[in-house]
Structure formats: C-alpha cells, structure tokens
C-alpha cells in the first residue's frame, strides 16, 4: 500500500476487509439455525449459578487448553431454577465428555441430557445422583424431573463443552 | 415479500416458527461473529462464543420481545459469554493474523488488481492486529454485516452512543499512522507482537499452503 486511503475511504476499507475476509462460518450459521430445536418453553430454566472455569481458579494458575480441553481438571457447573439445584462436574477426555450430576432432590426420577448426536436418557438414584459415561464433545443440555401434566420438568441452561 | 420484522420475528420463533427464527439468526450472525472476533480470538474461542450467544435467546425466547432491541441485546450478551470466555483462559486467545490471511484471496494467479488488493488487506490485518484493544474491537463491530446500528455498537464496546463517532475517528488515525509509519497522536504504546512480527518472511508461504490445501 504505497498511500494508505484516509479519512471516510479507511473506515470503508477496514468494513470490507473483514466483509471479505472473516465472514461468519458457514457451519456456524447452521449451528445457530438448529438452536431452536434445543428450546422448550415447557420446562423451568435453570439458569447457570457458578461455572469453576470461570470463577474457580485464580488467573494465571490453569494451563493453557490442550487440544481435549482440560482433561486433569474436572468442571463445575451449577444450575438453580428457584426450586431445584444441578450440579454438574464434566471431564473432557480424549475427545469425548463424562457427566457426574447431583439433584438437589434426593429421588429417582427421570434426568436426559440432550447432545449434538440425540439425547441420553437415566434416572436419577435415591440421592439424586446421576452419571453419564460417554457423550460428545458440543452444546448440553439437561433435563430432570417427572413428566406429566401435573408436573414441570427443569432444564440446565446449554453449555458447551 | 414484506420486511423483516425482529419483533414480529421473535413472537414466531417463540412459538417454534424455524424459518422466522432462521431470518433473525441471518439478520444478527454477523454482528454476534463481529463482537467474538473483535476479542482477538481464534475461530475456536470464536465459535464458542457465538454459540453460546445463540444459546441464551433461544432461552430467552417469550420473554424478549422487543425486537429493536435485539441486536443490542445480542451484542451485550456477546461481549458477556466473550469476557467469560478471556477468564476461562486465563488470557486472551489472540487470532494468528496469518490465520485471517490464510482467507485472504491468492495473490497468484489473479489479474493484477485484484493481486493489489488482496496485499493491502494483507497490510490492513497487520496493522490492525497492532491496534489498541478497544479500536480492534471497535473497527471489527464496524465491519459486521449488515452494518450495525450506533446502539448496538454501544452494547458491544459497552460504550456511550455518542462516543463511537469520535472514538472511531481517533481509532482511524491511529490506524492510518501505523500503516504509514508516521507517528500519530495520542499514541497509545503498541502491543507486543514479536511473534506476530516474525511472520513477516513466511506470509507468502502460509497463504501458499492455504491455497494448495484447498
């Protein structure tokens, strides 16, 4: 660029040149389009409370992400929607993600967790306990609670992992 | 074909309407991508980011509905998920500017003018890759397209509206003296970018490789 364009012409031409240079991924937009399928206004929002990755260690102390992400170094997730607590503790491992869930209501009932491939479905144990082994590293969701028309089943913010 | 509409948008895709959903997620994309990249971060943290946006209106979803709004919504809660982003790092990602070149169109093999062009983008990235945090960020929301409004730019730089205008002006200067050389007032002290400042010799390899993968 032997005369950088001034004034009005610059700010025109850093406007084109992520225009023509860093549009949005395609495979983005299409990640965005197939959201809407992970909504139901049926169940109660459990907002997300407290992320370890984010508020847990001090800057500076964890390493930088390896390709798997962290995989020594469980996350912590906690969701509340007012009534119902879910805690979550995710290992990502060799490309694949391992749930350890705890409801705040100590009762079997239904837990799904929804993935980028489907959906996974269990029950939580007598202390509202669940596990999931082995699912997809992408979006998660989950789920917990009776179905029925009596009842509303709370569902976790989606986090990605 | 009538016009696009956010709030008559949102009221369809909180009832479940795929296309009107569709029509806000082409309308919003690329300020969402504009506000994740002008963070410096590489596609991957990127990615995330713009993700993890999309994600909090389709659950939000009944309950905004105030569709001028919207895209300033979007913008705040990007910047949101992109600082929550920086701390899970412990740092910033910075994207490799040889990674943006890599898109950049072959200079070979083009007429000449368009090999012209494609060098002083090549130049451009550089430079603004030099440029202080707040006007990468600023100038990356300036590029989005479609054209962001000035209060959506202020919710992505959380900034008074009526600061962009002269804020941007600086931010040009700055940019222009560092694309030629001369200094420039009210200088701020540049990043550190020795590694960036390497890449120097081997820019031409990289978009080489680039174009012969693809």
Redesign the interface.
Known sequence: ?TQ?P??ED??E?????????????AR??Q???A??A??D?DAA?AALLL?S???G?P????A??GPDGDADDPRLLSFDSGGTVIDVEVVVDGGRVRLVGQVSHPVEAPVRVRHAGGEWTGTTDRLGRFSVPDLPVG?LRIWWGPAGPETTQVGT??F?T | MTAFDPTIALIE??D?D?RA??AL??RY??LV??VA?GFRFN?ADA??V???T??????K??QIRDGDGLGSWLATTARNEAI?MI?????ESPADVAE??G???STTDLPEEEALRA???R???QA?DRMPDRCARL??A????P?PSYAELGAALDMPVGSIGPT?ARC?ET??GL??GEPYPGAATPRQHGKHGQHGPTLKGGTHDATTRG
């Not at chain 1, 800057?59 to 964890?62: H, I, L, Q």
């Open positions: 660029m950088p001034a004034g610059l700010g031409a850093v406007a084109r040149l992520y225009v023509d240079t860093d549009p949005v991924p983005l937009l990640a965005a389009s959201g809407l992970w909504r206004p929002l992320d990755a984010v508020a260690a800057a500076g102390v964890r930088g992400p979006p913010a989606t990605l | 895709a909180a479940g795929q959903w569709d997620v082409a994309s690329g991508w504009a990249r596609e990615s995330d713009f993700q993890a999309w994600f909090r209106l389709v659950e979803l009944g929550d701390r899970r790092r412990g740092r943006h070149l898109r950049a169109p060098e002083e983008q130049l451009l990235w603004v100038l990356r300036m590029g989005a397209h054209a941007r040009l940019l222009r694309l030629t």
